[in-house]
Structures are given as C-alpha cells and as structure tokens.
C-alpha cells in the first residue's frame, strides 16, 4: 500500500512569490491533515480536511495560506504572497475515520525555504 | 491548551547502552498518545500508540509506557540503525496532534 506523497519534496522561492504544496493521502482515507514544523520548532497543527469539507482550520497562521481538497482525495495548500516566516517543513498526514485515537501517517514534507 | 514537552533534547548513547526518554503532558481529557520515529529529511514514522494509564507497548528494541503524567520510551540495547528523532504527541477534541520538540538519539559503536 503506498504511503502518504508530498509533491514538491524542496522549494525555494522568493519573498512575495506564491507556492503551491500538493500532499496525496493514503487511498481511501477520509482524514486529510497539514502540519508545519518551522527551524527549532514543534511540529504544528495548521488544518483538518474530512473528504473536501475542513473540519478545523484553526492552525492556519494568515489568509496567506489557502488550503483546498476537491473531491476528497489529493489537497493543496498555497502560500500567497510568500513571507520568510513561511520558510519550514510542511507535513501532511492522513487516517482513515478520524477521531483523535485513530493514527495519522505521515508523508517525508515539503522543505519551503523562501528567501 | 493541551502541551508536550520531551525529555532530554539530545542523547547520545554508545551501542548496548540502555536508556529512555520521557514524554510529559498536560491534557484536558486524555485520548490517547503517539509515539512517532523521525529519521532525517523524511516524515515521522509511526511506532505506538497507548490509550490509558499501566499500557505498554513493545517492538523490537523499543519499549513504551504510559502513567498519568507522562509516557517513556526505553530503548534496550540500542543500535546505531536506532539513531533519529523521537516524538510524542497527543491528541485533541478535534483529531489534531499536539507535538512534542522530539529528542535527537544518536547511538555510536
């Protein structure tokens, strides 16, 4: 079975460009989850997807972060315009019911360095 | 607000070694705790989960434990393949997982 796929696995871009993350579950899992995880840092909530619907966005730092899951199955997130503090490893998990006993798994992330 | 924090930062651990790292928690209502294996440039890999007080769980080399307060991961006789990051973390009313800041294992020869 494959894993949780994060596309790209690096991106470096300029201060005020955009960036778009992708992040591919494991098939047939429902729960779609972003995190961050920023230099020195914990990892970090940032939002919560059940099938194309969020659940709770309440980690999303700024209306600069814009996530989307049309039809349920891959998400993106988008940054836009980009700032240095956007600069970390963004992770993307999924399960498949949900519920805070269920686990999540993990895809490698995204490693945005913005300039 | 539900709050991890790790213990110790770092560890460095000769092969054979035994040891363990601790994982303390404040939480509302506890639902359960993560522990997950980080091995550089790549996503956290998921190791245990335990659900209430007195669990344990093993695998291979590894061993977690979970009281009221805190969970510990004992690592027996370590090898220098279990080198990496180890976190915990806990989850919320809504599914979302608070992180610890993880504890760097470094096992030598």
């Known amino acids: ?115 | 607000e539900d709050q991890v924090t790790q213990s110790p930062e770092a560890l460095r651990l000769q092969e054979g070694e035994s040891s363990s790292l601790n994982c303390s928690y404040t939480v509302s209502g506890l639902r359960g705790l993560f522990w997950y294996r980080q091995d550089p440039g790549k996503g956290p890999e998921f190791l245990f989960t335990l659900y209430s007080a007195g669990e344990e769980k093993e695998k291979e080399r590894l061993k977690a434990t979970l009281t009221k307060k805190e969970s510990f991961l004992h690592i027996t006789a370590p090898k220098p393949e279990d080198s990496a990051t180890y976190l915990c973390a806990v989850p919320g009313t809504a599914s979302k997982l608070t992180f610890g800041t993880g504890t760097r294992l470094q096992v030598t020869l």
């Open chain 1, 1 to 115: 079975e494959a894993g949780v796929t994060q596309f790209p696995s690096h991106s470096v871009i300029e201060k005020g460009q955009t960036v778009t993350l992708r992040c591919d579950p494991i098939s047939g899992h429902d729960n779609l989850y972003w995190y961050r995880r920023v230099m020195g840092k914990e990892i970090k909530f940032l939002l919560h997807f059940v099938k194309e619907s969020k659940q709770d966005e309440s980690g999303m730092p700024n209306n600069r972060f814009l996530a989307e899951r049309t039809g349920g199955t891959y998400s993106t997130l988008k940054v836009q315009p980009a700032e240095l503090e956007d600069s970390g490893v963004y992770f993307c998990a999924s399960s498949p019911t949900g519920g805070g006993r269920e686990t999540q798994y993990f895809g490698p992330g995204t490693r945005l360095l913005v300039l």
